[in-house]
């Protein structure tokens, strides 16, 4: 199927309050200019020097999403133009994300990354940490970022109920965090989880941001 045929299906089978993130992530400019034809507008990458050659070939109008791990030395490249970054893992790297949003007079959208999987591989922070992070209150004081809410991604397994229940205890912290910290901040209010091969769990969880990438891009 065509790239636009597969946005459709995908499209098709999402909640209306749900935001389609593309992860176009070692597909080509072709491919994401093909989806951005079909419509789409919001993009996700993971490499730096990669997002970077697609940002200076395709139209202006893209919001991009950086969704893989963020080293505090590369924010620097992509603060000009980055709409948001999705896997936020500590403070250092929001205060990092301040500075270099500062100098470009810009405010950056970030989302907390939490590591609920049982795998030692994902990255992101136990719960305990981020909210040990928050109840310090440091990052009140940072006014070029604004924090939109959580990501978080599922174990890697093919046991729907673990995973399901994955998706749970992310909705669990997201109401804990938005009750305790952002009440009264319109902005606090994404759930980002769901992928290619669970975000059907996902969106019956409580997700309301999901990045699909191999269901349109046929990979």
Not at 90 to 112: F, G, N, V, Y
Not at 162 to 190: G, H, M, N, P, V
Request: charged content about 25%; some cysteine.
């Amino acid at each position: 199927m065509s790239i636009k045929s597969n946005l459709q299906e995908v499209r098709n089978s999402l909640h209306s309050n749900i935001e389609l993130v593309a992860v176009s992530k070692y597909h080509t400019i072709e491919a994401v200019q093909e989806a951005y034809e079909a419509g789409q507008r919001v993009f996700g990458e993971s490499r730096e020097q990669e997002l970077r050659l697609k940002h200076e070939a395709l139209p202006k109008d893209i919001e991009w999403h950086f969704i893989g791990h963020m080293q505090t030395n590369k924010v620097k490249y992509i603060a000009p133009y980055i709409s948001m970054i999705e896997a936020v893992d500590s403070l250092k790297l929001m205060m990092e994300i301040e500075k270099q949003a500062a100098k470009h007079e810009r405010t950056i959208d970030i989302l907390l990354e939490l590591h609920l999987a049982q795998e030692e591989t994902k990255s992101g922070m136990l719960p305990s940490e981020c909210l040990a992070m928050l109840e310090s209150g440091e990052w009140r004081a940072l006014s070029h970022v604004r924090i939109c809410g959580i990501m978080m991604m599922a174990s890697n397994t093919d046991n729907e109920a673990q995973i399901r229940s994955e998706f749970l205890k992310a909705q669990e912290l997201f109401l804990t965090i938005k009750q305790r910290y952002f009440a009264s901040d319109d902005a606090f209010r994404i759930r980002s989880y769901g992928m290619s091969g669970d975000y059907l769990i996902a969106q019956e969880c409580g997700s309301n941001h999901v990045r699909v990438g191999s269901r349109i891009f046929n990979t």
